[in-house]
């Protein structure tokens, strides 16, 4: 079984800025695309960001300029630094990666429980 398992979290004042984990453990073989999703309260969950295996990066438009995605390969780690926070940042923030428990497997996707991010003066 794999588990993604996000940090970083909590409350923050508009302009500040939080870093967000997520380690991933199992049986891993390899993780391929991972990604960052938000939703926040009465609001469908929406990509805020996804990185390759190889470093390749895409984020959403409301977030281009103010947040980085990042990962360590070698910790199954993934990062999200967010600078410039706003209030419509505040949503429950999920981990979301595509793994394969070896080379033969087909890759799967795993969520992570979410943590909370809440931007507010």
């Known amino acids: 079984q794999v588990q993604l398992v996000e940090s970083g979290g909590g409350l923050v004042q508009p302009g500040g800025s939080l870093r967000l984990s997520c380690a991933a453990s199992?049986?891993?073989?390899?993780?391929?695309?991972m990604r960052w999703y938000r939703q926040a309260p009465g609001k469908e969950r929406e990509l805020v960001a996804g990185?390759?295996?190889?470093?390749?990066?895409n984020y959403a438009d409301s977030v281009k300029g103010r947040f980085t995605i990042s990962r360590d390969n070698t910790k199954n780690t993934l990062y999200l630094q967010m600078n410039s926070l706003k209030p419509d940042d505040t949503a429950v923030y999920y981990c979301?990666?595509?793994?394969?428990?070896?080379?033969?497997?087909?890759?799967?996707?795993?969520w992570g429980q979410g943590t909370q991010v809440t931007v507010s003066s």
């Open positions: 199992g049986k891993i073989f390899r993780i391929n695309t």
């Open positions: 990185i390759t295996n190889g470093g390749s990066t």
């Open positions: 979301n990666a595509d793994t394969q428990s070896s080379v033969w497997s087909t890759s799967y996707q795993r």
